[in-house]
């Protein structure tokens, strides 16, 4: 049988106010959901303090390994924001202003005070790049090689994946399934390592709960072959309630 | 002036449920705020797939250049839960049953079916290894040299976290203040800029926001010395509101 090609994306999030505690990350499940559906996976993810050295090892590691690098946050126009300045460090190239974003920052400030010295720099691009539009604010995400670099603020980050649905290659989508149980885990390890044994090609994941003072885990099926995935759930529900066990779907 | 010693941690996150997109990750920002007041910085973050190749790399490269390295997820009794033998590998020792730890799961079990072979698997830990106290379920946390091996269900990790609290030498923890304004952050990059280089040891992070149709911004103050961030948010406020802008305490 000849192996599928599996494609996979990195994500580097830039990010002090992160690594601080200050504010909750919302772009990794964003981007790993998205990458889900163009039939890429999210194979790691790496956050980083705002400072250069630390985004150029990251971002020339992770694109070196996957068919696309992600970037989230550092590209407003204050003091703080140096993301495209590592990237073209990271990449030996020069930073330029790019036409295309100047229009698009003129436009956006000709009713709002005007493009000032400032807000220019949000035009700044690593030579050769290009843009991703931006439908929620002004300043366009860059596309350079297989890297994809984004705002942080989550939805314009949504606005930018949206802008980029359907553009990247990818294979098939990789399927999961959910179903529930009110069990222990450890009550269940066997049976869940036989039948991810005996569906060769899925994963099962095992994920406890705790609610009302009752123990139950989720058990999440992946794979991209979709009729795998509903048997593999199909085996695993007669398997749960052979042992007198209520299983129901789709998790809680 | 004696340069202060900063203290360092460093985070790997397992989770295929992470990377999937399902689980939206809590521990991050948990294990950030916590670190603060133990006067330790989180100085970056992994996420890796549940494999052992990607646990080992990730830390062995992160416990070489931080003082602490935390991981969460992977310590259940499932087929998918490698942590353990992952950093075993890593730090190149074999895995044993703790005998505090199976004393822990034997009364933990003594009202819920008791421990079988399964449950007592969470009981191994790499050679040498000491425990975490686990106040909220069962299995306890491990600690071996300056790794600490934690639950992935946020309200385990919190709990061990807790059992840690006051046990790890830090330096002065790192103080912030915000504060925020009705103004767009590009109109005052400048100021921003002036206010950093003038405070040494300051850091300023800039966060816009869009609420009500309006443009605001939170600017983030941080140090480990306290006055000067005191002194740093005076001198800001007076600056944005020597500009006619209208400035809030404490963001919003």
Redesign the interface.
Known sequence: MEQERIWTAALV?IG???????????N?????????VQGI??????????RTG?IVEAVNTLRARNDYLFTTGGI?????DITVDAIAEALGVGVVHHPEAMAVLERYYAT??GL?E??A??ARVPEGAGLIPNRV?GAPGIHIGNIYIMAG?PHITAGMLDALTGTLEGGRP?V?GTIGCWV????V??L??DA?KTHEGV????????RDGRTGANF?V?SADEALVAQCLADLTQALEAGGREVFAGGI
């Open positions: 999030v002090d106010e992160i690594l601080s505690g200050r504010t909750q990350d919302k990794i499940a964003q981007l790993a959901s998205w990458l889900n996976r999210l194979a790691e993810v790496r956050v980083v303090p705002d630390a407003g126009p204050t003091h703080d709002r005070g000032t400032t807000r720099r949000m604010s603020v990789v999961s222990a885990e450890s009550e390890a066997d869940l390592r991810e994963s099962i994941g095992s994920y406890p709960f705790f999440v992946r």
